[in-house]
């Protein structure tokens, strides 16, 4: 075969797989769109692609790689990148007392609008966490996420004399990812700063367990995006069935990602069997995972038919975003009972023109007297 003829067959098949992937580029979600740009600038060296870390002996500070803001990106959609981190390398008990994260502009530096925050996330290894403690029955009981930042919800600190003990050289899994529900068009370079607050042990502080509850609405899962759905049956509509869908255990379908219509709306679901709740526990701080749209979420008892406390959330009037969700904090606390029902109430006001994306969570975190009696001894 003459090189002319392998040339064309080269360039045929290239030009047919270019086609390919365009066409499949541009049928994949925005999210998925945003994961491979972000790869591909970071392998290629276009931006940025480190995290750079400083710490000293109050703060452990992560400034993330460079996320090209490019277009509309909803919650969880954005650029993000990923890390293991470790407060120091000893076998030290540190005390996490809070965290925060930033939003800056890639060039000076600068700290800009927290609209380009979605969520910054914090994991454990719970096998090694709770097996440093021997506390080895608590492992896999739950996903092991410590605690969440979002829009509105970019910092906090634990009660005084509250925390998170934690070895110095235990790891954490942080994912910090971008967001942009207003600007277009846009071309932004932006990074995020996250700030693991910690101190050293000194004996009285108390430490916390953290539990999160969240919002799960059933959906019918033979047709999962079928509209109207009858007011009357708590279902949802999904935003997608393959993250943040879970089974009830007796095959019913439930969605911690769903759907909201125009106007305002109720949601609520029923958290126990998240809770695992036994004999009693003092709530003492909570942090709180909502999306625009959302007034106010509660802790609701239903047993006494009363709040436990109840979080407003402020939106922005001239731009989707939200302003500030209250936190939950009390160095009393308020205490929750094993034989008590609990549910997680959402209300929210879409006033956008078109329907829009929500999630309702809490992560409640608790006094832990079995860790206190373990660091103790």
């Known amino acids: ?8 067959y080269l360039g045929f098949t290239f030009i047919l797989s270019s086609l390919f992937g365009i066409i499949t580029y541009n049928l994949l979600s925005n999210r998925h769109k945003a994961i491979i740009k972000t790869t591909l600038v970071h392998k290629l060296g276009l931006v940025d692609n480190n995290w750079l870390v400083e710490t000293d002996s109050k703060e452990y500070k992560m400034l993330s790689p460079t996320f090209i803001i490019d277009a509309i990106y909803k919650s969880m959609e954005g650029p993000k990148s990923s890390r293991y981190i470790q407060l120091n390398q000893s076998n030290e008990t540190l005390w996490i007392t809070g965290f925060d994260v930033k939003a800056l502009d890639a060039k000076t530096n ?8 979605c969520h910054m996330n914090v994991d454990l290894n719970d096998i ?23 829009n509105g919800f970019v910092s906090f600190d634990f009660p005084k004399g509250y925390g998170v003990p934690i070895k110095g050289n235990e790891h954490l899994f942080i994912t910090t990812q971008a967001l942009n529900h207003n600007q277009k068009p846009v ?3 932006i990074k995020h700063l996250v700030t693991v607050k910690n101190e050293k042990y000194n004996g009285t502080q108390k430490p916390l367990m953290s539990k999160t509850v969240f919002i799960q609405l059933p959906y019918n899962k033979q047709d999962p995006f079928k509209m109207p759905l009858d007011p009357a049956s708590n279902q949802c509509i999904p935003v997608e069935t393959k993250n943040h869908s879970y089974d009830d255990g007796n095959g019913n379908m439930l969605s911690g990602h769903w759907v909201i219509p125009k ?3 109720s949601y609520r679901s029923a958290i126990n069997s998240q809770l695992q709740l036994k004999d009693s526990l003092r709530l003492h701080f909570s942090a709180i995972h909502v999306h625009p749209f959302t007034t106010s979420i509660a802790l609701y ?3 006494t038919k009363q709040n436990i406390f109840k979080s407003n959330v402020s939106n922005y009037a001239n731009k989707i975003g939200l302003i500030e969700v209250e936190p939950f904090s009390s160095v009393d606390g308020i205490w929750l009972y094993e034989n008590h029902e609990y549910e997680l109430v959402l209300e929210v006001n879409n006033t956008s023109a078109i329907d829009q994306d929500m ?7 608790f006094y832990d007297k079995e860790l206190e009696e373990k660091i103790r001894k």
């Open 128 to 150: 090694s966490y709770y097996g440093n403690w021997n506390l080895n029955d608590r492992i896999g009981k739950q996903y092991p996420r410590l605690t969440s930042l979002s």
């Open 110 to 117: 600068e700290v800009i609008s927290n609209d380009f925050i």
């Open 1 to 8: 075969m003459r090189n002319s003829k392998i040339y064309k």
């Open 187 to 189: 071309y932004k370079k």
């Open 301 to 303: 008892d239903k047993t």
């Open 359 to 365: 999630m309702g969570s809490m992560f409640l975190f």
């Open 263 to 265: 106007g305002i709306n």
